[in-house]
T-cell receptor
Framework: DAGVTQSPTHLIKTRGQQVTLRCSPISGHKSVSWYQQVLGQGPQFIFQYYEKEERGRGNFPDRFSARQFPNYSSELNVNALLLGDSALYLC?????????????FGPGTRLTVL | QKEVEQDPGPLSVPEGAIVSLNCTYSNSAFQYFMWYRQYSRKGPELLMYTYSSGNKEDGRFTAQVDKSSKYISLFIRDSQPSDSATYLCAMSGAGGGNKLTFGTGTQLKVEL
């Protein structure tokens, strides 16, 4: 079975530009979460979507937005990019593991803002 | 103060050593405690999860949670070079899923 897939793998943008990152969850998973991982830090929660509805939002500015499509894939958009947005952006889809809802992570999209 | 604190290391040990990784936390609402392993330039993969306090063993790995002290640990026995990675502790509230709160990660290197 295919795991969580993300595209693109790498991306280079300049300050002020906009970027869209894409994620396809594991087949059958209806929930997708986005995390930002700055180099040397743990992932920070950005959004969670379930059945196309936003279920949670982390402490990120309004420049960050996301949506989930009927096929449960998701996009993360970041506007007016800043140098500090350079990070690995991780997508996770959620599936049931016994009594626990495990989040399975994709390989991430590495965004560099110049 | 961060909700989850983790010593970033790096930690270097000889092959076969017992490794102890630890996290402390401040949020009493956390009920699920996870350990993820992340290889360079890869996404995190779940090693183990524990619900509430107690111990859990899986092969060479043992996870311990002490909710009274707000302290969790991961022990790796007979460490191997293939264990070299960054280990992230993560926590969440009821339901297990939803928002995960991660530590900063501890970089581990197991040397031959």
């Amino acid at each position: 079975d295919a795991g969580v897939t993300q595209s693109p793998t790498h991306l280079i943008k300049t300050r002020g530009q906009q970027v869209t990152l894409r994620c396809s969850p594991i087949s059958g998973h209806k929930s997708v979460s986005w995390y930002q991982q700055v180099l040397g830090q743990g992932p920070q929660f950005i959004f969670q979507y379930y059945e196309k509805e936003e279920r949670g939002r982390g402490n990120f500015p309004d420049r960050f937005s996301a949506r989930q499509f009927p096929n449960y894939s998701s996009e993360l958009n970041v506007n007016a990019l800043l140098l500090g947005d350079s990070a690995l952006y991780l997508c996770a889809s959620e599936g049931r593991l016994a009594a626990y809802n495990e989040q399975f992570f994709g390989p991430g999209t590495r965004l560099t803002v110049l | 103060q961060k909700e989850v604190e983790q010593d970033p290391g790096p930690l270097s040990v000889p092959e076969g050593a017992i490794v102890s990784l630890n996290c402390t936390y401040s949020n009493s609402a956390f009920q699920y405690f996870m350990w993820y392993r992340q290889y360079s330039r890869k996404g995190p993969e779940l090693l183990m999860y524990t619900y509430s306090s107690g111990n859990k063993e899986d092969g060479r790995f043992t996870a311990q949670v002490d909710k009274s002290s707000k302290y969790i640990s991961l022990f790796i026995r007979d460490s191997q070079p293939s264990d070299s990675a960054t280990y992230l502790c993560a926590m969440s509230g009821a339901g297990g899923g939803n928002k995960l709160t991660f530590g900063t990660g501890t970089q581990l290197k197991v040397e031959l």
